[in-house]
T-cell receptor, first 114, second 117 residues
Framework: KAGVTQTPRYLIKTRGQQVTLSCSPI?????VSWYQQTPGQGLQFLFE???????NKGNFPGRFSGRQFSNSRSEMNVSTLELGDSALYLC?????????????FGSGTRLTVV | AQSVTQLDSQVPVFEEAPVELRCNYS??????LFWYVQYPNQGLQLLLK??????LVKGINGFEAEFNKSQTSFHLRKPSVHISDTAEYFC???????????????FGQGTILTVHP
């Protein structure tokens, strides 16, 4: 059974540009969450999607957005990149609609903003 | 609001020694608890989880954790560590309130476990 797949693994972008990251959940998982990991702030929740609907959102500016497609694949977009957006972005998927029976994480996308 | 405190940022230990990584949480509702491990340049791997039932949960790689509701703790233990256990470990909590809890794990700041030969 394939795991959670995130592409690309590494990205280098220039300040002011925008970026799109992709996440393919485990087959059958309909809930997809996104996290940002930085040395200073640790792991912070960005948002969660279920059946193409954003159900929950963390405390991030509107430059961070996401969407989910009918096949449960998800993308997140960051516009007008800032140096502080440099981070490891992790995607997680789970099977259950409500109770967190277990989140499976991908290997992440390492974004560097220069 | 939930919060998770991992009491040690770094834990050095010798190979084959026992180890305990400490985690305390605060929440006003019933919670689910998790421990994840992260190796360098990789994502998070689930070690074990507490959802309900027995307070002692066993996970992969010989790890176990005990849920203590009165002390709001979920400490991770391993009786004998290996060099390969060197990694960063994260404790996380999710509540059962629905709504704003959907898909959200609140993580501790992590504990770096270093196993020395």
């Amino acid at each position: 059974k394939a795991g959670v797949t995130q592409t690309p693994r590494y990205l280098i972008k220039t300040r002011g540009q925008q970026v799109t990251l992709s996440c393919s959940p485990i087959s059958g998982h309909r809930s997809v969450s996104w996290y940002q990991q930085t040395p200073g702030q640790g792991l912070q929740f960005l948002f969660e999607y279920f059946s193409e609907t954003q159900r929950n959102k963390g405390n991030f500016p509107g430059r961070f957005s996401g969407r989910q497609f009918s096949n449960s694949r998800s993308e997140m977009n960051v516009s007008t990149l800032e140096l502080g957006d440099s981070a490891l972005y992790l995607c997680a998927s789970q099977l259950a609609e409500t109770a967190p029976y277990g989140y499976t994480f991908g290997s992440g996308t390492r974004l560097t903003v220069v | 609001a939930q919060s998770v405190t991992q009491l040690d940022s770094q834990v050095p230990v010798f190979e084959e020694a026992p180890v305990e990584l400490r985690c305390n949480y605060s929440s006003s509702v019933s919670v689910y608890l998790f421990w994840y491990v992260q190796y360098p340049n990789q994502g998070l791997q689930l070690l074990l989880k507490y959802l309900s039932g027995s307070t002692l949960v066993k996970g992969i790689n010989g790890f176990e954790a005990e849920f203590n509701k009165s002390q709001t703790s979920f400490h991770l233990r391993k009786p004998s560590v290996h060099i390969s256990d060197t990694a960063e470990y994260f404790c996380a909590v999710s509540d059962d309130a629905g709504g704003t809890s959907y898909g959200k794990l609140t993580f501790g700041q992590g504990t770096i476990l270093t196993v020395h030969p």
